[in-house]
């Protein structure tokens, strides 16, 4: 069958065009920070700049959140997720913090490696999702973010751009559709 | 009358849910604009696309075995599908292999047109569809009636009502807050039980064998990463040679559907996880056919974005049912007759030529022009109604001659009479019912012309 | 400068009053306009119904007609756009090419040829444009709405030198009308509701008349508006220019 399909494509390709270079586009504008911040709020994303410290809020943004998942913030975490933590746990999970590699301005969304999401499940199963990105790691658009990561690195990666949503009734938006409910961006 | 003229006149019988269903997608059409309008490079990344795209199926065979050699290297299991039955027995093969009773399945426009669903169902496999749209037009039992928006054709109350039935919410209760939390607590259920999970792909890079998958809910990842397998079936054009291109991809593909800078989640997926299996179905049914055919090879472009639905004057009014095709509107207009050209012969005419569509396209698919180019084809491939043929062709043969043609036109003055055979040839009554036709002036241009012009 | 006018067929027939104002325009801006009396069609009909092969000879017809003149003029983008773009069936016959690029619509024969920047026009009315979508999207008469490019309109650049006349913003700059030709009698369901929709919106947003570079869109508008009894009228831009005034 591979043979087939690979004879006939050969047959019928056309003649070799060339790959075209990408150039590089400027920022579409210069304030990254002012420009995340106001596409996340587009994409119903709260969008924080640590003050007081991720403790400070989680306590003021989800008070309610008991199972709590936050790797990188031990005095946070409630629940400790491992390879073997079964499903009745993972579904369970109110808040999960997670520490983002890369923001991108221009669409607000946030890359996260499989390393630090731990379980590739874990920031669509949670009910709320946190992520703590450094103001440095934010870049101007997807062509500098795929510049720096190596997707071959990990089994898994992932862009998030907001909480999960659908229009799928009426184009009525609502947030919260099968993933996360919300999505809170701590600028560090 | 052709097959969607017909399916089209019952559409717009209901003239306010025509109205509703136009506006409801020219909102969309027009937050797209806006979100194209953020992009100063725009017109530039379309084209790049394009190129890349022009790229891709230049050199498809050697990118797809690429990626074969390189996804296996990754731990994946890859499969080659010629056609769609070939892809369903695959799909089913392994969930055979696994004792797989139920599956979850993210939209997947591949698994449509292979009509994989019915064919798992026969063999006792529950396919539960997790997008929004796609569940709710499944519990209907309907086809999606657009691709990116599988049920943008009903109305809040169709929802409620199919929900109360099926979902036990309250009667009566239309909210979409309230009907979409009913959806994710059946579906989160439905998550958990899953044996399988299948997604359709949107990119797939040769480059490092990973492919990418995007969606809005969240419902392709809650899929593949909590069940055991995990299957990705794509057609064998969605191969992109690089990840650097996912940049130039990415940025038009949320814009473009739907108008937001980029879709909430776009997952890449290089490897199975620990202890399950990850497997990848290169499906052809007709592509590499297709591939052939110079005027029409660059439909193998589509990303899939629905935007040349969004702004398409018949699409928004015929809805996509009408078409009668798992792919609708202008672009499935276009991909349908290369499997069935006699089935889908009247699709092509379902069109006025407006060139919306390609310049709304991100990958610069010459939609429209393919639109032209399928009519010639069709009618040496398989003629026009007799009539409406002969009709033309004397027309053809009037038009070529310039004193046949003034005869007819000076003789009838009562030209109305010559008209319809001339330019509207099955009758005047299509124009007419619903439109007034034009007042029969006292002498034609021509006619003017000789008596003040010509000395 | 010597000019072969092209009137197309149904204009000949139905809207002698258009070929007339654009002859009578083409005068005035001191153009020595021919009319080759053998002309018909552009062939448009046919082939957008599949038949081109029995438009060829349509096509052949055109050019012989036209061969020599170094300027084609059509009140029509539709048509004009047929002749440039689809007579590439002829191939690269030098005649074919010559005619096929030396064909142009009226609008951007008067604002790329002649570079005309003042008319003597009047027409104090409230006016809708209509963009056909040949004209738009076929010829570039104009930047269409999907395009992210500088907006710019022959058309409205044109009608902006007539006194009086006041432009009403459309909520759909650009939408199709639904002619589309043998569309309007194979799908006259969707044809007569893109049209009804299309008035509404001049309606709505305060037009006395449609105007448009393309007959053919106006002749469906027409229908509808009058069967709706609507209280607008269609009017060629060459009328409106020509200084016709109502």
Known sequence: ?188 | ?455 | MKVALFVPCYIDQFYPQVGIATLELLEKLSCEVHFPQGQTCCGQPLANSGMEEDARPIYEHFVQTFAGFTHIVAPSGSCVYHVRHHYDLLGDESEALAVRSQTYDLVEFLTDVLQVDQLAAQFPHRVGLHQSCHGLRGLRLGSASELMEPSFSKVRYLLGMVEGLELVQLDRIDECCGFGGTFAINEPAISTKMGKDRAADHQRNGADFITSNDMSCLMHLEGVIRRQKQPLQVIHLAEILNGVVR
Request: charged content about 25%; glycine content about 6%.
């Open chain 2, 1 to 455: 009358m052709s097959e969607h003229a017909k399916k089209a006149a019952n559409f717009i019988a209901d003239e306010p849910r025509t109205d509703w269903h136009d506006e409801s997608l020219w909102f969309v059409r027009t937050k797209r604009d806006r979100a194209a309008a953020s992009v100063p490079e725009w017109e530039q990344l379309r084209q790049l696309a394009s190129d890349i795209k022009d790229n891709v199926l230049s050199n498809l065979d050697s990118y797809l075995e690429q990626f074969e050699a390189q996804a296996r290297a990754n731990g994946v299991q890859v499969h080659w599908a010629k056609d769609a039955h070939a892809h369903n027995e695959i799909v089913y093969t392994i969930l055979e292999r696994h004792q797989a009773q139920r599956m979850v399945k993210s939209k997947s426009m591949l698994t449509e047109e292979c009509h994989l669903n019915p064919y798992l169902e026969e063999r006792g496999i529950t396919v539960i569809d997790t997008d929004l749209g796609e569940r709710i037009i499944q519990l209907l039992e309907e086809p999606p009636s657009h691709i990116v928006m599988p049920a943008i054709h009903l109305k809040r109350e169709e929802v409620g009502e199919l929900f109360e039935e099926k979902l036990a919410t309250e009667k009566g209760n239309n909210d979409p807050q309230y009907l979409t939390e009913a959806a994710r607590q059946h579906l989160r259920s439905e998550f958990m039980q899953a044996d399988a999970a299948l997604t359709g792909v949107n990119f797939a890079i040769a480059e490092t064998g990973g492919v990418v998958v995007c969606t809005n809910e969240g419902n392709a990842d809650m899929g593949v990463h909590l069940a055991p397998v995990q299957i990705h079936s794509m057609g064998i054009e969605k191969i992109i040679p690089r990840a650097e291109h996912l940049g130039v991809f990415t940025r038009l593909l949320g814009r473009s559907a739907t108008g937001q800078p980029i879709t909430i989640f776009t997952a890449h997926h290089q490897r199975p996880r620990p202890g399950t299996e990850m497997h990848i179905i290169l499906v052809d049914n007709g592509r590499s056919e297709h591939l052939g055919k110079k005027d029409f090879r660059n439909s193998l472009k589509c990303i899939r974005c629905g935007a040349c639905m969004n702004t398409c004057p018949i699409y928004r009014r015929s809805g996509g049912h009408s078409y009668d095709n798992t792919v609708p509107g202008p672009i499935g207009s276009i991909l349908s007759p290369n499997t069935d050209l006699e089935a889908h012969s009247d699709l092509p005419f379902a069109s006025t030529l407006c060139g919306s569509c390609s310049d709304v396209c991100p990958v610069k698919i010459d939609i429209h022009e393919q639109l032209y180019k399928w009519r010639q084809k069709i009618v040496e491939v398989q003629g026009l109604p007799a009539a409406k043929q002969r009709a033309l062709k004397m027309t053809g043969k009037i038009l070529a001659k310039p004193k046949v043609y003034q005869n007819a036109g000076f003789l009838a003055r009562n030209f109305l009479k010559v008209a319809p055979r001339f330019m509207v040839y099955n009758g005047l009554n299509e124009w007419g019912k619903s439109r007034e036709l034009p007042e029969v002036p006292k002498q034609s241009f021509r006619k003017w012309y000789r008596r003040n012009r010509r000395s």
């Open chain 1, 1 to 188: 069958m591979r043979e087939e399909i690979l004879q006939r494509i050969r047959q019928n390709k056309p003649q070799l065009r060339p790959l075209p270079k990408i150039p590089d586009f400027a920022p579409l504008r210069e304030d990254l920070v002012a420009h995340f911040k106001e596409v996340a709020q587009g994409a119903a994303i709260e969008v924080l700049e640590e003050e007081e410290g991720i403790t400070t809020v989680v306590a003021q943004q989800y008070p309610e959140a008991k199972q709590i998942v936050a790797p990188a913030y031990p005095e946070l975490q409630t629940v400790a997720i491992t390879q073997e933590s079964p499903l009745e746990v993972l579904q369970n999970i109110d808040l999960l913090v997670l520490e983002a590699e890369w923001g991108v301005a221009e669409n607000a969304a946030l890359w996260l490696s499989e390393v630090r999401m731990l379980r590739r499940v874990l920031p669509f199963i949670t009910q709320h999702l946190i992520l703590v990105l450094p103001q440095v790691q934010l870049l101007a658009n997807m062509h500098q973010a795929y510049a720096r990561i190596n997707l071959t690195e990990q089994g898994f990666g992932l862009f998030v751009a907001g909480p999960s949503k659908t229009a799928d009734i009426e184009q009525s938006l609502v947030i919260g559709a099968q993933g996360a409910r919300s999505l809170t961006v701590v600028l560090t």
